[in-house]
């Protein structure tokens, strides 16, 4: 057998197999899968980079950077992905929390609410958020696909909220019990022109039918409006993710239903990534 290699040497070893593969952060990648790898925290790793890396580590390291090389997520091989503060199990069944939700999450927490419907839950990170940082309410996530419901009710046992949220396998509502006060939904708003430009990351790894409507990226928008809308008390709050371009489109849609007080909000990026309405009532013309 050869000798082993120091860790700084498995290290670039792998990023030149990554960066050979056009993984965009190659150096970044390979330190979280050796970290992973070595059962090492990844800010004590540059304490055992210089000592000769275990054969089992570098055997599970080889695995892992084969993987990646092939586009699989970080998350996909670690199992997990953070959001908002919290670590959540994810999976192929579902999309990878990211970033750019938290804007939804910042939006949906300056609203009042008491009783939540997350559509088109996933890995339910958003309900799972709301409820943790809302102690006092309760909610209910919907989905279409059972596999990814089952990633959900592992992250609510997670971050012990599995007593005030209960998922449903739901064709939008119709096995879901209503009213609520908030309405949140991160659905597929991808056209399907656009998704030929997705990395392969996201078209190879994530669950298509979390991505886009197979049309315009606009029809989940009119199902919710269609559907959930009705399922609002008086002065409730829908609040939705969108693509940068589509905040026109989506106010346009929420002000034909007589939503009020319609408002796009930006990511941190500063691109348009919420829109929310409210339902019309008492709650409503008292604050205007
Ligand atoms: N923001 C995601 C992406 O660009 C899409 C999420 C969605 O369609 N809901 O990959």
Redesign the pocket.
């Given at each position: 057998m050869s000798n082993p290699l120091t860790g700084s040497q498995a290290l670039l070893a792998a990023t030149r197999i990554l960066t050979e593969a056009g993984v965009p952060d190659a150096a970044r990648d390979a330190r979280k899968l050796f970290a992973y790898a070595s059962g090492v925290e990844a800010w004590r790793l540059s304490l055992t980079l210089p000592e000769p890396v275990p054969h089992d580590v570098q055997h599970r390291f080889d695995a892992l950077i084969k993987r990646r090389a092939n586009r699989e997520p970080v998350s996909h091989l670690i199992g997990t992905r953070e959001f908002y503060g919290r670590v959540f199990e994810v999976s192929p069944d579902v999309?990878d929390p990211?970033p750019?939700t938290e804007t939804l999450i910042e939006t949906a927490l300056r609203t009042n609410f008491s009783r939540v419907l997350d559509l088109g839950t996933g890995s339910g990170c958003i309900v799972v958020t709301l409820l943790a940082e809302m102690p006092q309410a309760v909610g209910v996530g919907g989905d279409l696909s059972a596999p990814a419901l089952d990633v959900a009710a592992r992250n609510a046992e997670r971050h012990g909220v599995s007593d005030r949220v209960s998922f449903v396998q739901s064709d939008w509502m119709n096995a879901i019990p209503q009213p609520f006060d908030l309405i949140v939904s991160?659905?597929?708003?991808?056209a399907a022109s656009e998704m030929d430009d997705?990395s392969p990351e996201?078209q190879k790894w994530e669950p298509r039918m979390?991505?886009?409507d197979e049309a315009d990226g606009l029809s989940a928008y009119r199902a919710i409006i269609t559907h959930a809308v009705p399922a609002l008390i008086p002065g409730g709050t829908l609040i939705v993710?969108i693509?940068p371009t589509q905040g026109a489109a989506v106010s346009r849609l929420m002000r034909d239903v007589d939503l009020r007080n319609v408002s796009v909000v930006p990511d941190l990026d500063g691109r348009d990534r919420v829109v929310q309405g409210q339902m019309v009532g008492f709650a409503t013309s008292t604050r205007r």
């Open positions: 999309l990211r750019e991160n659905p597929p708003y991808i997705l996201v979390a991505l886009t993710e693509g």
